[in-house]
């Protein structure tokens, strides 16, 4: 394949991914879809959309930043633990904490909802929300975790702190943390980029009283006229594209770091 | 502050039953340099280990610092200062940062640890590095620092595991010699595991010569080069000629060219410092003889050999 | 406190959760099915369709997918030019889009008032109008794996040591033969685990098929319909539960075939 070829194939590709994105919120910020961008450029059902849809959006980044929450405090020991034991047990152990990425959500989801729909008032919660994403997102933060401190020389950076006479909350806290921070972000901005866009098992988690954006999103589209759901889609870009960009930032800036150790 | 260190009965097996060290006892004189001499997987490193603290011995075996038993003491309570392989500076603190940690968790007030650590920085000619990123120092500055870090606390032992083997030939002589300049100025009790005997003949003491988890002879370097315990002590100290019973290395011989010689040069190999002759005998017997780069024989040459003066 | 038990007690709060929250509820899918629902799974066509449908469209989906992402990876990986990083993020951008905005992407390309639509009406042709069929799901399906797929077939080329290529060129073989015999073997690891992993997602993927109100009736949307319309408990358990064991089964059995490539 000669490069003219090659190139010509990646910008097709390129344009096939990106050119729907714009395609798809251009009618939202237009005055009037039918005569296109010459009718001008409108807020109009940006507001509107935001007087009936805000509070989605704002369940949405609760949830997520909930959920970022416990699996950081979960997510970084489970992977610490995994990183330090070579045996068996804690290979098999790997293998069950990551399982839940390869069950489809609405499986899962299912599941909860027999488990635990019946229990108190949790099904009509937020939080009924927030288990299933914790499920779903804490092997995404244990593998990114677990990645960089496979990466180092974990054992014996802890042997040389406790050379120093470093307690393990002292060697925890002052070597491995901030050592592991890049993968700790990374987890991190995959974990919130992913709780926002959760669907598949949300749709079934969700209540009318507890609705998160991407249900919200889905509504408009069966619902709404395109405008309303093309500034929908806009803001849901506006919130997600950041953090994927940030993402690709962190990725590239850790490829840096390795190659210089 | 440095103490004498007895081990008794210290053995150590791995969960698999692999036997890393035969139980043994060994005495460590108070201020004395004590290097474990072996090649890979004859249980030095196992044995530092054990010491430091890193490592618990077989049930039964015993570590004692001056008497008392550390045994079940973990390294971060023994007080011992300890220099790794790949020296395992914290990449997220900078030199400063990486010499003043072992004062730091124990508590010591802020300025307090600010002047040792100046103090250790000037020691090991490493001031105008204070703040550099410990990944952005030559393998020379990394060791430096790792020893830094190792001795500021003023730790009671100083285990030292291959420190030098990462770096190249000219800077691990060059540091040999600060390190056994250092040992010597602090008077602390060291123990040095290395494979290299040049290393070890340099910087100790006394060597402890290891042979697949066992000690295989105890004595300063000339006893172990001149009267070796065993053929194993004897070819990794240095290289060896037998004749009959003995031992003899081939710097103590001397050629001379004679018609009558019982001996045919094989090869003559230029190595810089002296010149290494291979001889053989019309029985096959072989023999290597070192000598100056002065008239070197010929490859087919009949000499004569005879022992210089006494060893 | 010993290693063992620290180790445990910075463990246990992962593993409770896991237990609570995954492995009960998955218990208790299995077992809501009950024998009924499973019995109506393997009797009635309709749901037997359905599996061969979802079947085929993760397979198709999989297959165009390595397709694309093995020429642009390799592409991408083996060439260095101006505005290659900006290529990069534009194709890796759509890493963790939902397949709901997905299905909408898709409608806004092909559906009744999509770019597709009006370019054809424009120039003078029938309205061409494809979202609602099986080609605009895959359409979705192959949107959202190229991503991931590609990254794991960039990282995979870069490891390939470019020697093999020289070794095999200097031995006489064409830019075909090294494509077969070199690059591909090669890559096959990276691409069993991407595969298996684009195949397990479109399996269980759902928010496209819903946004998109298919006529394809794929798995997840025939579980989700059979749940809050029919109130049909015990074959929406079955289907699910089946689902859940069939995907995580590709992913295990790819990532034992590709030495724990697989993520």
Known sequence: MGFWTGLGFTLLISAFLILPVLVSVLPGITANQFEGLSSGLTTRWLREVWANYGGTVLLSLQIALSTLVITLLVGVPAAYVLARHAGVTARLVEEALVMPVAVPGIATALGLILAYGAVGDLRASWLFILVGHVVFCLPFMVRAVLAVLLSMDLKGLEEAARACGASWPQRFLGVILPNIAGGMLAGSLMVVTLSLGEFNMTLLLHTPFTRTLPVGLADAYTALRTEMASAYTLIFFVLIVPLLSAMQWAAGRADRVGAVR | ?????????????????????????????????????????????????????????????????????????????????????????????????????????????????????????????????????????????????????????????????????????????????????LLRSLGITAIYVTHDQAEAMALSDRICAMERGRIAQIGTGRDLYHRPANDFVAGFVGDTNRLGEELVRPEQLALHPSAEGEWTVQRATFLGPFVRVKLRDAAGRELMVDMPDLATPAPGARVEVRRRGPA | MSDRLRAALLIAPALAVFGAFFLIPLGQLAVAGGAGGYTTILTEPRYLRSLGVTLLVAALTTAITLGIATAVGLFLARNRFPGRGTLLALLTLPLAFPGVVVGYLVIMLAGRQGLVSEISMALGGERIVFAYSLAGLLLGYVYFSIPRTLLTVIAAAEKLDPRLEEAARSLGASPLGVLRDVLLPGLSPALTAAGAICFATATGAFGTAFALASRIDVLPMVIYTEFTLQANLAVAAALSFLLGLATWAVLALARGASGGAAG
């Open chain 2, 1 to 181: 502050m440095s103490v004498a260190i007895k081990l008794r009965g210290c053995g150590k097996t791995w969960p698999g039953g692999t036997v890393a060290l035969h139980p043994l006892d060994l005495d460590i004189a108070a201020g004395e340099t004590l290097v474990l001499l072996g090649p890979s997987g004859c249980g030095k490193t196992t044995l530092l280990r054990l010491i430091a603290g890193l490592e618990l011995p077989d049930a039964g075996g015993q570590v004692l610092f001056d008497g008392e038993d550390v045994t079940r003491l973990p390294i971060e309570r023994r007080n011992v200062g300890m220099v790794f392989q790949s020296y395992a500076l914290f990449p997220n603190m900078d030199v400063a940062g990486n010499i003043g940690y072992g004062l730091r968790v124990r508590g010591i007030p802020r300025a307090e640890v600010a002047r040792r650590v100046d103090e250790m920085l000037e020691m090991t000619r490493l001031t105008e590095f204070a703040r550099r990123r410990v990944d952005a120092l030559s393998g020379g500055q990394r060791q430096r620092v790792a020893l830094a870090r190792a001795i500021a606390p003023r730790p009671r032992v100083l285990l030292l595991d291959e420190p030098l083997s990462a770096l190249d030939a000219r800077l691990r002589e060059e540091l040999r010699q600060e390190i056994d300049a």
